[in-house]
């Protein structure tokens, strides 16, 4: 199965069905069909072949969504920015991936144009916004060039869907290379573990060039349901959505969900009739924050589990297993899951050597969902896809029913006095303080213990503890080596839009100067 083959099965099947609505714009699936022929066709015209690949730089909009199935028509491959990243980390991606062509919207026009002389590969620029920038071809008149009728299709299931860089918080971000049935496949993971049908509504509020929200929209045309689309994360307006646009489903990722739960007053005093489950993931969630989020919306919950190179999801949590937790098994709240349909998952030691069951490794994933490889580097798809075991990065213990818990990135541990200490579990004992808004843990230099364990808190406002409190606090919670030698108080941790903490901004003011940094 190819993406494009969904959109088209539903515009013939059921054409007048809403396939996307936007600020009062509804587009159906027979539309939809047909502006995605245009894309496909437009590219084509702009000089484009099959395995090439075009930028696409906006925040969220229909035609974001439609164009992943545009493109898939035509085998040519999107890379979609970020775009909160500064003009020079687009450089850096553009030039990387050799995208021939550049659509932006009219906001991040300027950005691009302080680089363009360096895009030597960009031949055509396109302005979604259709504001007439000098240079730019309007998007509008663009597509009215051409046909919106299907081009040749000559696309297989093994070619190219799409290429998404990786976050860079640890390095350069690395293109993965996700086929057309890598992604297929994790549709069809994902599918099982979901009751939709084709009168739910899915509110896609995620950015649409991270992976969780290209793989929720691809998700959602499969089983032919509506979406709606938010340009952007706002706190107020996705929860009044979720009140009153009749939504029954989305997924959020735990920033979003915690920072709806502070920012909307009055959000547990409202209801949501239609609402029957939320999706969430790409980053921890406080258990505190997921109870609370549990009982406010009153829904099922699933949280999925995975990365940029599984396409997106590799384990999931259902909804049978949250009701476990509440039903006597809380600590399954702190589990991402089991390796979900057609995945296999194990825990290996450095040696790669799969570890007895709740001894902590690396997770490895092995499913037809992972990546082709990283794009253009050879040696670190070696590295990371090991006899076709996709090594996360991330370290874990797996119990006797096969629930993984999550204990943080290899790279993250913190090597004290010859003890290993995982972030994680430092930060879940700081959250257990009632005064604590947000907490991250990194390793310091030391000289006697090669590193020692820093806090970074934010408080919630109007309280107020002082370090030694805290210290004295985490002494029932923890080993002795494991509590904070060092804490600081400040406004707001650092964290990408997926949530994720930026320990590589924390930690670099204290490894200055130091080559190696670790212990």
């Not at 600020?23 to 047909?34: E, F, K, M, P, S």
């Not at 959000?267 to 939320?278: G, N, T, V």
């Not at 992972?370 to 874990?396: C, F, I, R």
């Not at 995982?422 to 959250?431: G, M």
């Amino acid at each position: 199965m190819r993406l494009h083959d969904y959109i088209e099965f539903y515009a013939r099947e059921n054409p007048d069905r809403p396939y996307a609505e936007m600020d009062g714009r509804v587009v159906t699936y027979h539309q939809a069909d047909l502006r995605a022929n245009q894309i496909a066709q437009a590219l084509l015209a702009a000089g484009l072949v099959k395995g090439d690949r075009f930028s696409y730089l906006s925040k969220n909009s229909i035609d974001m969504a439609i164009m992943f199935f545009g493109a898939s028509k035509a085998g040519i491959v999107p890379v979609p920015l970020n775009y909160r990243l500064a003009p020079k980390e687009w450089l850096y991606i553009l030039t990387d991936s050799q995208a021939k062509l550049l659509m932006a919207a009219d906001e991040f026009i300027e950005g691009i144009d302080s680089i363009r002389s360096e895009l030597t590969n960009v031949h055509t620029f396109v302005d979604l916004s259709d504001s007439g920038t000098e240079n730019w071809s309007d998007y509008g008149a663009w597509l009215a060039q051409v046909p919106d009728t299907k081009p040749d299709d000559d696309v297989a299931e093994g070619d190219q869907l799409y290429q998404m860089y990786t976050s860079g918080t640890t390095g350069l971000p690395k293109g993965a290379m996700l086929s057309q049935s890598a992604v297929d496949s994790n549709i069809q993971m994902i599918a099982a573990g979901l009751e939709m049908t084709t009168d739910d509504r899915f509110m896609v509020a995620v950015p649409m060039y991270h992976a969780a929200a290209a793989i929720s929209l691809m998700t959602s045309a499969r089983m032919g349901v509506s979406i709606v689309v938010h340009r952007e994360f706002d706190p107020a307006a996705v929860v009044n959505s979720l009140e009153k646009d009749r939504i029954t489903s989305a997924t959020l990722v735990p920033a979003m969900i915690q920072a709806c739960l502070v920012g909307v007053p009055d959000i547990a005093e409202r209801s949501y009739p239609h609402l029957r489950y939320l999706a969430y993931g790409a980053s921890p969630i406080a258990q505190e924050t997921l109870r609370e989020a549990m009982r406010v919306f009153d829904c099922e919950f699933f949280q999925v589990f995975g990365m940029t190179e599984t396409t997106a999801a590799a384990t999931g949590l259902s909804a049978e297993a949250h009701r476990r937790a509440l039903s006597g098994e809380p600590g399954l709240l702190l589990s991402a899951g089991r390796a979900i349909l057609g995945t296999q998952i194990k825990i290996v030691d450095e040696g790669d050597v799969e570890v007895e069951r709740g001894t902590i490794g690396e997770i490895c994933v092995k499913g037809p969902q992972l990546m082709m490889g990283y794009w253009n580097l050879p040696e670190e798809t070696e590295k990371s896809l090991k006899d076709g075991w996709m090594h996360t990065g991330d370290a874990a213990y797996m119990d006797d029913e096969g629930y993984i818990y999550i204990q943080d990135r290899i790279k993250d541990m913190i090597v004290s006095g010859g003890e290993n200490i995982y972030p994680k579990e430092v930060e879940d004992a700081l959250f257990e303080h009632p005064a604590v808004a947000d907490a991250a843990v990194i390793g310091i230099p030391s000289e006697q213990w090669g590193e020692a364990v820093l806090a970074f808190i934010t408080l919630k406002q109007g309280e107020q503890v002082t370090a030694d409190e805290f210290i004295e606090f985490c002494r029932p919670l923890l080993a002795g080596y494991k509590i904070p030698r060092k804490i600081e108080f400040i406004d707001q941790i650092p964290r990408n839009v997926t949530g994720k903490i930026l320990k590589k901004d924390l930690r670099e003011p204290y490894w200055q100067g130091i080559e190696r940094r670790v212990s």
